[in-house]
């Protein structure tokens, strides 16, 4: 939770643990208690939430108890209340702040517990009809394969989320994985195979949206150079010219803040 100014810059930033209580009112107690304390500095509330989100309502979240119809009502505050998709907030903050909304179609993957994304079209956002266009995340890689919690088996978040990559590497950061790696053919085996699932998704990705423009964004980015042209190549061999050049692929700039500089900028979208 935080501040944010008309610039996307971020003050009074807080970081509260939930792992322990992910029940809806744990979570509206805790937002409820920031926005009284701030309420007379800001203008409107926003907030990024790992699920589905139309009409100002969560539909449904696959990682947290959160559907509750009466989300946004359950705030008690003088000020309006936006909801929107997380990994849409940090598209949002990509897209106007280190972009200048220069792109027509736009989208952006967060890489993080699960895979989310967001989509604009044409300058605008696009969510779809039930609000869950571009759900990359809950997409089959592989038919039959690991348990998602969404109710399908093989799902690409299954495959290529950074919680993934972390349990097949048995590394507990992403900072441990890629020191480590530098001395372990067996770790930049798995880290390879990780990448051939990473870009089977985001080819697909890409398949379907042609988007201008495809940000790679969470955990993940901050190590993109590390493997950016592997991962460009792995994705161009997946598409119809092959052509490396003509992947528009790069990572996102403004780290863990995107999502809440994005969630501030719902009231101007
Ligand atoms: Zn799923």
């Known amino acids: 939770m935080a501040l944010i100014d008309e610039k996307g810059k971020v003050y009074k930033k807080e970081i509260v643990d939930y792992s322990k209580d992910k029940s809806s009112d744990y979570i509206l107690k805790v937002i409820s208690e920031y926005i009284k304390k701030h309420e007379d500095e800001a203008s ?14 969560i539909v449904y979240t696959c990682n947290l108890a959160l559907e509750d119809p009466y989300f946004v009502r359950k705030i008690k505050t003088k000020l309006p209340v936006y909801l929107a998709n997380d990994a849409l907030c940090a598209t949002i903050a990509e897209y106007k702040l280190v972009d ?8 952006l993957i967060t890489l993080g517990t699960g895979i989310g994304s ?6 605008k ?35 290529a ?13 992403l900072s441990d994985l890629f ?19 990473l870009s089977e998704g ?7 949206n042609d988007v201008d423009m495809l940000v790679i964004g969470g955990s993940l980015a901050w190590f993109g150079d590390k ?29 863990n803040n995107a999502g809440l500089i994005g969630a501030a900028f719902l009231a101007s979208v």
Do not use: W
């Not at 409107?44 to 309502?57: A, D, E, L, Q, R």
């Not at 967001?118 to 300058?123: E, M, Q, R, S, V």
């Not at 985001?202 to 379907?208: K, Q, V």
């Open 202 to 208: 985001l080819a697909n990705f890409i398949m379907i």
């Open 161 to 173: 989320s950074v919680s993934r990559l972390l349990e097949i590497t048995k590394c507990k950061t």
């Open 118 to 123: 967001g989509l604009i079209f044409n300058g």
């Open 100 to 107: 200048n909304c220069k792109y027509e179609n736009y989208a």
């Open 125 to 159: 956002v696009y969510e779809g009809k039930n609000g869950y266009a571009g759900e990359i995340g809950h997409t089959v890689i592989k038919k039959g394969g690991i348990q998602c919690n969404c109710g399908r088996k093989g799902c690409f978040e299954k495959y």
């Open 44 to 57: 409107s509330v926003g907030i990024g939430v790992p699920g589905i989100i139309k009409n100002n309502k």
């Open 227 to 255: 493997f950016y042209y592997i991962l460009r190549a792995k994705i161009a061999e997946k598409l119809f010219n092959r052509e490396t050049n003509d992947v528009k692929l790069k990572f996102a700039k403004l780290g």
């Open 179 to 197: 020191t480590n790696m530098e001395t372990s053919s067996e770790l930049a085996k798995l880290f390879d195979e990780y990448l051939e699932d």
